[in-house]
């Protein structure tokens, strides 16, 4: 069992920035990919970006240049820092984390509950 509590949500201004942070706890042998995913009210839930272990990274194309993924191996933390927020940013953004209990069992993925943010003037 593993339990993701994500934290920073907010309400900002366009233009502004917002730093969120997931912590992962529980049964963590070694975590894989870590990411966050977004849902906006009536839409689908969409990657935003992830990390592999070998720290290759990747976002959507409306996230490149604006946020950044970053990951703290040591304190099972995903970071996600956001710039530049735009009014089209405004979701419900979710951490996910693939990780393994031990050395040979099947790698899984759990997801945090949620944290809201609102871009808006």
């Known amino acids: 069992q593993v339990q993701l509590v994500e934290s920073g949500g907010g309400l900002v201004q366009p233009g502004g920035s917002l730093r969120l942070s997931c912590v992962a706890s529980?049964?963590?042998?070694?975590?894989?990919?870590v990411g966050w995913s977004r849902q906006a009210p009536g839409k689908e839930r969409q990657l935003v970006a992830r990390?592999?272990?070998?720290?290759?990274?990747d976002y959507a194309d409306s996230m490149k240049g604006r946020f950044t993924i970053s990951r703290d191996n040591a304190k099972n933390t995903v970071y996600l820092q956001m710039n530049n927020l735009k009014l089209e940013d405004t979701a419900v953004y979710y951490c996910f984390i693939n990780s393994k209990t031990s050395r040979s069992s099947p790698s899984f993925t759990s997801w945090g509950q949620g944290t809201q943010v609102t871009v808006s003037s």
């Open positions: 529980g049964s963590i042998f070694s975590i894989n990919t």
């Open positions: 990390s592999t272990s070998d720290g290759s990274t």
